[in-house]
């Protein structure tokens, strides 16, 4: 069984920073996909950033330059460094693993970017 346990969620200021953490757990193959969806209220769930086993990462337009995806193959566990904050990036966070052909959720950590 897989599980996904997310940290660092929280209430900050507009032009503030948080970093998110990610740590999955369970019979996990070393070749996989991790990353990040947000859902805000009354909008679909959407890509953030993800992250490849390798290295390789993918961001949505709305954050690049903002955000940076990074994760440690070691401790299965994949981060989202959060800077210059905004309003509009106020949301509920999931981190997701695609582990054999299967996609796992966190439970979500609230992000609140106050203006």
């Known amino acids: 069984q897989v599980q996904l346990v997310e940290s660092g969620g929280g209430l900050v200021q507009a032009g503030g920073s948080l970093k998110l953490s990610c740590a999955a757990s369970g019979s996990i193959f070393r070749i996989n996909a991790m990353g990040w969806y947000r859902q805000a209220p009354g909008k679909q769930r959407e890509l953030v950033a993800g992250i490849a086993s390798v290295g390789s990462t993918n961001y949505a337009d709305f954050v690049k330059g903002r955000f940076t995806v990074s994760r440690d193959n070691a401790k299965n566990t994949v981060y989202l460094q959060m800077n210059s904050l905004r309003p509009e990036d106020t949301a509920v966070y999931f981190c997701?693993?695609?582990?054999?052909?299967?996609?796992?959720w966190g439970q979500g950590t609230q992000v609140t970017v106050s203006s």
């Open positions: 997701y693993l695609l582990n054999r052909g299967m996609d796992y």
